[in-house]
């Protein structure tokens, strides 16, 4: 008889009360800026991306962008996510505004966005 797995020790947290507004900065530790959403691909039930808002002042002007969540690392000691992009990468990446959303679920979309941050899709 095969023994029954152990779940790996791991934080469940609500994401409306604990990711959403949390602060992103990269290794330097330079704010990138925070999390807006998160986006789940509801078949498989992974968490596909999170929306990240970077630039403008007090909420006006921001950039969104759409960081695959396994780009994302969580630093309980900074209280923050880490993503490791350099300002200028993320400055450069593929963003949109909060009027104009990308089809999420377009595949060509999907796998350009893992490319650019340099993560294998979740997908494969």
């Not at 807006?36 to 403008?56: C, H, I, K, N, Q």
């Not at 900074?78 to 450069?92: S, T, W």
């Amino acid at each position: 008889m095969a023994e029954p797995r152990m779940a790996r020790e791991s934080a469940i947290v609500k994401a409306n009360k604990e990711v959403i507004g949390r602060k992103v900065i990269n290794l330097q530790g330079e704010n990138l800026g925070k999390i807006e959403e998160v986006m789940l691909d509801a078949t498989p039930g992974r968490v596909a991306y999170a929306v990240l808002s970077f630039g403008g002042f007090l909420g006006m002007g921001d950039k969104l962008f759409a960081v695959p969540w396994n780009a994302l690392n969580y630093s309980a000691a900074q209280e923050a996510f880490v993503l490791n992009v350099d300002k200028e990468v993320l400055k450069n990446a593929p963003g949109f505004d909060k009027d104009n959303w990308p089809n999420m679920s377009d595949a060509s979309w999907r796998s350009d966005i893992y490319s650019y941050y340099g993560t294998k899709p979740y997908w494969e």
